[in-house]
């Protein structure tokens, strides 16, 4: 079973801060997504990486494959990044998907 | 967005009652699963589906089964509900990233509730 974890488990920042969300897991895996979760809402996956970086907008996010870790990061944040940030890891063969337990981002304006 | 729609969006049931949720795909993707998330637990894996007819449990899954008699549909069933069953479930699906796509998208979840 792929354990996943991320840190921190709640993060209060001021609107413009530069923001870092961190996942690591246990087992191998064949891609990382990183999703986001409004208040209420539903779940969109911001990105989906196998290796190196991809970026979106203020949005950025790495994966070290050697290390099993990835990070998501927020530049300039804003009250509207508020969410819960979700890292969610899919595993070599059965492809299962395996949620961390979430971040919960609140940006103070 | 994907094509990816649950019902119902919201149910409330009795306790002992059997309640079926669906989950329907556009995106003929092979992956489909069915999570439940609550406070402090996240998003936990109840069934999945790799297949028409092919199914496997995850982690949450007493109590519940699953059918997937056609590509497009993945169906979850309490058999009889219990008020522990209260949650918001999410529909998920896949596809296989050794066919070059790998994306995951999610329904706009079913909050049940049992009393």
């Known amino acids: 079973k792929n354990e996943v974890e991320q840190s921190p488990q709640n993060l209060t920042a001021q609107e413009g801060e530069f923001i870092t969300i961190n996942c690591s897991y246990s087992v191998g895996i064949s891609a990382l997504h990183w999703l986001q979760q409004h208040p209420g809402g539903g779940i969109v996956s911001l990105f989906m990486?196998?290796?190196g970086k991809k970026k979106h907008g203020r949005l950025i996010a790495t994966i070290n494959i050697q290390e099993k870790h990835s990070s998501l990061h927020i530049t300039a944040s804003h009250p509207r990044d508020s969410a819960v940030y979700i890292c969610?890891?899919?595993?070599?063969?059965?492809?299962?998907?395996?949620f961390g337990t979430g971040t919960r981002l609140t940006i103070i304006p | 967005d994907a094509g990816i729609t649950q019902s119902p969006r919201h149910k409330v049931t009795e306790t002992g009652t059997p309640v079926t949720l669906r989950c329907h795909q556009t995106?003929?993707?092979?992956?489909m699963y069915w999570y439940r998330q609550d406070p402090g637990h996240g998003l936990r894996l109840i069934h999945y589906s790799y297949g028409v007819k092919d199914t496997d449990k995850g982690e949450v899954s007493d109590g519940y089964s699953v059918s997937r008699s056609k590509t497009e549909d993945f169906l979850l069933t309490l058999e009889s509900a219990t008020s522990s069953q209260t949650s918001v479930y999410f529909c998920a699906i896949s596809e296989s990233t050794d066919r070059g796509r790998g994306g995951a998208f999610f329904g706009q979840g079913t909050r049940l509730t049992v009393v």
């Open positions: 990486l196998s290796s």
């Open positions: 969610a890891v899919l595993n070599f063969g059965n492809e299962k998907l395996t």
């Open positions: 995106e003929n993707h092979r992956y």
